[in-house]
């Protein structure tokens, strides 16, 4: 039988720090309240300096930030160069023709004010790759165009690269001649008006449509209600009346020029080259050509009013505070 080892006891450096009391019992040393204390107020004050710091940190974030949007707001204005100095003047029309879009009435119609009042912009040029867009939009671009070039005396030209169609071909029509390559299309000279009707799928599924309106044409073009037939007369008469503006635009800009036959004007399109021969175009030649050949001054300077990053900031942030502004006052209890 072998004997188990005797019990160790701590020896005395192992002893919790604690003193002992009159009557034996363990109390804790003199002085822990107020080193406590001091672990306490030294964790607060490194919570409040880091605190501190990112506040300073933010502040001098939000301090750059609208810096930077100052600077590139007032940067953005006009072209840099010497306005003395001969040149070609070019604006740029691409994309979709719309409200609130880069190629919008508003940024053109800027950009076109800026190049004709500029006396070293010897020409302006539109530099057109556009598939269509807004008939009113398009309109005011006309009308504005027509205005500066007789009140600057100053030739207007347009260049196309891959297409100017439909609306971009209604503000082409307004310059003095239109340069295009023989593989753009150009011309749709027509209107639509499209949408979709559901009332067949909705008669399959057992779906009814309840519309309720005050005034008995309020529905119009309701894509779950049937199409009648005075209704498509008149959305087809107020479609003929926008074609016919779009038709007397061009003819008043194009004149003797245009070949007219009975597809000119029916929504058609054609090459570059079929358009010259039809006299919706002048001639071939790109941007370099016009501006070395016909203008005379090969310095090109874009006038083009484009949304830069700062812009798009100042929009959101703008638009942000609002939403915010709606919520606070919404939280304003209201008074009865």
Same mark, same amino acid.
């Given at each position: 039988?072998?004997?188990?080892?005797?019990?160790?006891?701590?020896?005395?450096?192992?002893?919790?720090?604690?003193?002992?009391?009159?009557?034996?019992?363990?109390?804790?040393?003199?002085?822990?309240?107020?080193?406590?204390?001091?672990?306490?107020?030294?964790?607060?004050?490194?919570?409040?300096?880091?605190?501190?710091?990112?506040?300073?940190?933010?502040?001098?974030?939000?301090?750059?930030?609208?810096?930077?949007?100052?600077?590139?707001?007032?940067?953005?204005?006009?072209?840099?160069?010497?306005?003395?100095? %001969?040149?070609? +003047? &070019?604006? #740029?029309?691409?994309?979709?023709? =719309?409200?609130?879009?880069? /190629? @919008? *009435?508003?940024?053109?119609?800027?950009?076109?004010?800026?190049?004709?009042?500029?006396?070293?912009?010897?020409?302006?040029?539109?530099?057109?790759?556009?598939?269509?867009?807004?008939?009113?939009?398009?309109?005011?671009?006309?009308?504005?165009?027509?205005?500066?070039?007789?009140?600057?005396?100053? %030739?207007?030209? +347009? &260049?196309? #690269?891959?297409?100017?169609?439909? =609306?971009?071909?209604?503000? /082409? @029509? *307004?310059?003095?001649?239109?340069?295009?390559?023989?593989?753009?299309?150009?011309?749709?000279?027509?209107?639509?008006?499209?949408?979709?009707?559901?009332?067949?799928?909705?008669?399959?599924?057992?779906?009814?449509?309840?519309?309720?309106?005050?005034?008995?044409?309020?529905?119009?073009?309701?894509?779950?209600?049937?199409?009648?037939?005075?209704?498509?007369?008149?959305?087809?008469?107020?479609?003929?009346?926008?074609?016919?503006?779009?038709?007397?635009?061009?003819?008043?800009?194009?004149?003797?020029?245009?070949?007219?036959?009975?597809?000119?004007?029916?929504?058609?399109?054609?090459?570059?080259?079929?358009?010259?021969?039809?006299?919706?175009?002048?001639?071939?030649?790109?941007?370099?050509?016009?501006?070395?050949?016909?203008?005379?001054?090969?310095?090109?300077?874009?006038?083009?009013?484009?949304?830069?990053?700062?812009?798009?900031?100042?929009?959101?942030?703008?638009?942000?505070?609002?939403?915010?502004?709606?919520?606070?006052?919404?939280?304003?209890?209201?008074?009865?």
């Amino acid at each position: 039988m072998t004997e188990s080892p005797p019990p160790e006891f701590p020896g005395p450096d192992s002893r919790p720090n604690v003193a002992t009391s009159s009557a034996g019992r363990p109390t804790a040393e003199p002085g822990w309240e107020r080193a406590t204390f001091e672990k306490l107020m030294f964790a607060t004050l490194q919570e409040q300096r880091t605190a501190r710091r990112w506040r300073s940190f933010i502040r001098l974030a939000w301090l750059a930030f609208f810096v930077f949007l100052l600077w590139a707001l007032m940067s953005r204005g006009g072209p840099s160069t010497d306005k003395t100095s %001969p040149h070609t +003047a &070019v604006i #740029e029309l691409k994309g979709e023709i =719309a409200s609130g879009s880069d /190629a @919008s *009435a508003e940024n053109v119609v800027a950009a076109m004010r800026g190049a004709f009042e500029d006396e070293g912009a010897k020409a302006v040029v539109l530099l057109i790759n556009s598939p269509g867009g807004s008939p009113v939009q398009a309109g005011i671009m006309y009308d504005e165009i027509r205005r500066l070039r007789a009140k600057y005396n100053k %030739p207007v030209y +347009a &260049v196309v #690269e891959e297409s100017c169609a439909s =609306a971009a071909y209604y503000v /082409a @029509s *307004a310059t003095d001649r239109i340069f295009v390559d023989k593989a753009s299309i150009v011309g749709s000279i027509g209107v639509l008006m499209d949408g979709f009707g559901f009332t067949g799928l909705m008669d399959k599924l057992g779906i009814e449509r309840r519309l309720m309106t005050a005034g008995e044409n309020k529905g119009f073009l309701d894509p779950f209600s049937p199409q009648t037939e005075k209704h498509r007369v008149f959305a087809q008469a107020m479609l003929d009346q926008v074609h016919r503006q779009f038709i007397d635009a061009v003819k008043a800009g194009r004149g003797k020029r245009l070949k007219e036959t009975p597809e000119l004007f029916s929504g058609l399109f054609w090459t570059g080259q079929q358009a010259v021969e039809m006299g919706l175009a002048d001639q071939l030649g790109n941007l370099d050509y016009v501006a070395r050949e016909i203008v005379k001054a090969e310095d090109l300077v874009d006038y083009t009013r484009r949304e830069n990053v700062a812009e798009r900031l100042a929009k959101r942030f703008g638009a942000a505070m609002g939403e915010g502004a709606v919520h606070a006052l919404q939280a304003i209890p209201a008074l009865r």
